[in-house]
């Protein structure tokens, strides 16, 4: 079975510095997707960015970026000049072949002015 | 940008009553979904549907549970007697075509239940 892994439960960051967030997975499939949610108090989901794995590439979206290293399993999400906005609670996740998207148990991230 | 809505926002119940949380997808997707949060924990799926049956359902997903699209829009979730332990957030999605590693899960904004 497919595991989603965040181990940092809290991190935080000084407003228009850089943090980057864990990710680590594990899987015996080939094709799959990984994403990775924002949650901010409100407890909606919002996309933030999705990295396919056959694609070498990393996914870019504005300030926010992935490295996502294939063999290591692992897909940790970069966020550069960082905003008071960025506070919220983020998901990693995974969807394979499946349906359903495998959660982590987020990383819980604060920004200080 | 059309969006995922789901209502209501804040369902309060009592223990053993029947509750039906409403959903309406992104107009032109063909996949569903109902996830869970209970507070503090990680978000769990719960059910997939697809063209008027469930696709895929997890071990939470019990006989107290079902699924409806009742119409063209709509797409329900029913717990037919509630129990303390089904206090959570509550979760629609929907993605264009299926499968989760071809795709992207649009979410709505929840509906919180508290059960008492």
């Known amino acids: 079975a497919q595991t989603v892994t965040q181990s940092q439960p809290e991190m935080s960051v000084q407003e228009a510095e850089t943090v980057t967030l864990s990710c680590t997975y594990d899987?015996?499939?080939?094709?799959?997707?990984l994403f990775w949610y924002k949650q901010p108090p409100s407890r909606q989901m919002i996309l933030v960015i999705r990295?396919?794995?056959?694609?070498?590439q990393n996914a870019t979206e504005n300030r926010f970026s992935v490295n996502f290293q294939k063999a290591a399993k692992s897909f940790s999400l970069k966020i550069s000049d960082s905003q008071l906005g960025d506070a919220a609670m983020y998901f990693c996740a995974y969807g394979g072949a499946t349906n359903k998207l495998i959660f982590g148990t987020g990383t819980l991230l604060a920004v200080q002015p | 940008e059309p969006e995922v809505t789901q209502t209501p926002s804040h369902q309060v119940t009592q223990m053993g009553q029947e509750v039906i949380l409403r959903c309406v997808p992104i107009?032109?997707?063909?996949?569903f979904y109902w996830y869970r949060q209970i507070l503090g924990q990680k978000v769990e799926f719960l059910v997939s549907?697809?063209?008027?049956?469930?696709?895929?359902k997890s071990e939470i997903f019990d006989d107290q549970f079902s699924v409806e699209r009742p119409d063209g829009s709509n797409f329900t979730l029913k717990i037919r007697s509630t129990k303390l332990e089904d206090s959570a957030m509550y979760f629609c999605?929907?993605?264009?075509?299926?499968?989760?590693?071809?795709?992207?899960?649009?979410f709505g904004p929840g509906t919180r239940l508290t059960v008492l």
């Open positions: 107009s032109n997707h063909l996949y």
């Open positions: 999605a929907s993605s264009p075509r299926g499968r989760a590693y071809t795709d992207t899960q649009y």
């Open positions: 990295q396919e794995a056959y694609k070498q």
């Open positions: 899987t015996s499939e080939s094709d799959y997707y």
């Open positions: 549907f697809y063209n008027n049956e469930i696709s895929e």
